[in-house]
T-cell receptor, first 114, second 115 residues
């Protein structure tokens, strides 16, 4: 158990809908990261927050947005869902937001868009 | 543009023998490298890391070697155990700037250790 929790574990929804994925980092970690793992791709970095502020952005679609709240939990919002958004979404956390910190991953949320 | 590549999709090894997983990268700005292990239905688990100022880092049965001139790193597992059977991901990061803690992952190698 990494100490990172993600809810829900599974999510099934329809095209055009909007969903919210939630992540609670390990106790003491200030930085949260979101990654997407599609069937035919490795883990792709989406976005990073550090202590409530956006720190780095990857190839995140405009339909996707995220935020980190004062209690440090984070939410990833996916809207106007398409079939291609079906994937595993992982949240990770680390103590700081630098490149030399190991990131600890949650169990993931499996999103299925029908 | 695949900046981190794991060219072997799978590797099969006998229990007790050495497992060698390889990873190549193209971005010379990468200065920190990590290996993660992933079991089905779980998130990746951190295994071992190495900074670019070193060429070797050891932790128990796991050793990571870094060859900067060849832009190549490898993970050695000795001795291999059936419980090591999992997907192994190589990852890399650049120092600071707009990328901060972003990890760039390889596609993964499925390791199977036979009893």
């Amino acid at each position: 158990d990494s100490g990172v929790t993600q809810t829900p574990k599974h999510l099934i929804t329809a095209t055009g809908q909007r969903v919210t994925l939630r992540c609670s980092p390990r106790s003491g970690d200030l930085s949260v990261y979101w990654y997407q793992q599609s069937l035919d791709q490795g883990l792709q970095f989406l976005i990073q927050y550090y202590n409530g502020e956006e720190r780095a952005k990857g190839n995140i679609l405009e339909r996707f947005s995220a935020q980190q709240f004062p209690d440090l939990h984070s939410e990833l919002n996916l809207s106007s869902l398409e079939l291609g958004d079906s994937a595993l979404y992982f949240c990770a956390s680390s103590v700081a937001g630098t490149s030399w910190n190991e990131q600890f991953f949650g169990p993931g949320t499996r999103l299925t868009v029908l | 543009d695949q900046q981190v590549k794991q060219n072997s999709p799978s590797l099969s090894v006998q229990e007790g023998r050495i497992s060698i997983l390889n990873c190549d990268y193209t971005n010379s700005m990468f200065d920190y490298f990590l290996w993660y292990k992933k079991y089905p239905a779980e998130g990746p688990t951190f295994l071992i890391s190495i900074s670019s100022i070193k060429d070797k880092n050891e932790d128990g049965r796991f050793t990571v070697f870094l060859n900067k001139s060849a832009k190549h790193l490898s993970l050695h597992i000795v001795p291999s155990q059936p419980g090591d059977s999992a997907v192994y991901f190589c990852a890399a990061s650049v120092p600071g700037g707009t990328s901060y803690g972003k990890l760039t992952f390889g596609q993964g190698t499925i390791l199977t250790v036979h009893p």
